[in-house]
Nanobody, 116 residues
Framework: QVHLVESGGGLVQAGGSLRLSCAAS????????MGWYRQAPGKERESVAA????????HYADSVKGRFTISRDIARNTVYLQMNSLQPEDTAIYFC?????????WGQGTRVTVSS
């Protein structure tokens, strides 16, 4: 079983920055990806960014390319999402995800609100 704990959400003005963290604990497979999804009010959950734990390959949604950066700290089993140039449309609950190719694990979510 994997447990994910997110932190770092909050309220920020447009143009500002936030960094989200997600610490994973528990037994994981040897090959998995961690990432961030978000869900805005009235919208479906969407993928924001992902990183393969082995090798560090990354993937971003087009809407965040050039503004968001996903990274990992292998020793701390933690993934980060650095969010710069935040816009009101980035307002959502952000969920950490771990996909070991058989099971998807989710964090409880952290709220990000960007004011105009």
């Amino acid at each position: 079983q994997v447990h994910l704990v997110e932190s770092g959400g909050g309220l920020v003005q447009a143009g500002g920055s936030l960094r989200l963290s997600c610490a994973a604990s528990g037994r994981t497979a040897s090959n998995y990806a961690m990432g961030w999804y978000r869900q805005a009010p009235g919208k479906e959950r969407e993928s924001v960014a992902a990183i393969w734990w082995s090798g560090g390959a990354t993937h971003y949604a087009d809407s965040v390319k050039g503004r968001f950066t996903i990274s990992r700290d292998i020793a701390r089993n933690t993934v980060y999402l650095q969010m710069n140039s935040l816009q009101p449309e980035d307002t959502a609950i952000y969920f950490c995800n771990l996909d070991d190719l058989t099971v998807n694990y989710w964090g409880q979510g952290t709220r990000v609100t960007v004011s105009s």
